[in-house]
């Protein structure tokens, strides 16, 4: 059984930046896709970005292209999401996800197996 771990959330002024990241515990993740959810209050839970174990490149959210970064460290089972330029609504609490699978990146949530707790994310001036 997999096991994920998020941390780095805070609050931060609007334009400044943060890093999440999220580490496995248990488990192969090699063979991993993970992914970085999000979901403000009253809103569903919203795909960010996804990165394959193999195969590194990234899927971002329209949304998120230009100001956010994912990436993979296999040999620590840490993926990170760099957040730069972030604006008020981007808060939200942010979820690392994972599934055993190395296809085409899923937006959906429901795809995903493994979730980590959320880390809160606050953009306030």
């Known amino acids: 059984q997999v096991q994920l771990e998020e941390s780095g959330g805070g609050l931060v002024q609007p334009g400044g930046s943060l890093r999440l990241s999220c580490t496995a515990s248990?488990?192969?993740?090699?063979?991993?896709?993970m992914a970085w959810f999000r979901q403000a209050p009253g809103k569903e839970r919203e795909f960010v970005a996804g990165i394959r174990a193999t195969n590194r490149t990234p899927s971002y959210a329209d949304l998120v292209k230009g100001r956010f970064t994912i990436s993979l460290d296999g040999a620590r089972k840490t993926v990170s999401l760099q957040l730069n330029s972030l604006q008020p609504e981007d808060t939200a609490v942010y979820y690392c996800?994972?599934?055993?699978?190395?296809?085409?990146?899923?937006?959906?949530?429901?795809?995903?197996?493994?979730w980590g707790q959320g880390t809160q994310v606050t953009v306030s001036s």
């Open positions: 248990r488990g192969t993740f090699s063979s991993f896709t």
């Open positions: 996800a994972g599934r055993l699978f190395l296809g085409t990146i899923s937006t959906m949530s429901s795809s995903y197996d493994y």
